[in-house]
């Protein structure tokens, strides 16, 4: 992992400091791209010849999700996203936390399959894609924002199994883990 983020550092690098030309980058395989940004945020843009972009993106994935460490104490959060609730009274640093990281996770992801997207639309991917059985995902990110929501996607069987697994999984979580009490006790005019 270490030298991943070494080789990718000085590919940034060198782009950014004009030592390679972004063009010299621009015809990397979009398995590359793909595989590379999942593992080292930005360097997907960075190797379709995009360095700002990439510095962008990293920055951003990076910052965000690292950033809500700061907020939260280790092990805080659970499966379904619900922050345990702290002793004390003030929830507002957990939920910045969780926030924070879920957006730069989501965003980590999104920049990932969008880097693999263009790679592949590059007209020198043109004969690949045509040996590809499924066509490649065309849209933009409105259309994965509101995707989970159309009643198409909603009412396909395949939306069926990941629900049934994820609610039997939490159901049986929830019946088997242990209640922890909280000895927070609410003091007069404060909320319990």
Known sequence: MTTTRLVAGIVLLSVVSGAVAPAALADVSPAAVGWGNLVVPGLGATL???PLQGLIE???TI???YGGTFYSKEGAFTIDGSVLVPSG????????GQFLQEFG?????????YNYQQASLDPSQAAAQKEYQQPLYMGDWKDTLLAPFQLDNLLTPWTYAPIALGTAFLLYSYNTAPVV???????LGEEA
Request: hydrophobic letters at 25%.
């Open 105 to 113: 996770l989501k965003y980590h992801m999104w920049n990932t399959f």
């Open 48 to 50: 379709r010849g995009h």
């Open 58 to 60: 990293s920055s951003l």
């Open 181 to 187: 009490r909280q000895n927070h006790r609410a003091r």
């Open 63 to 65: 910052g965000t999700y």
């Open 89 to 96: 009274r003030n929830i507002t640093k957990p939920l910045l």
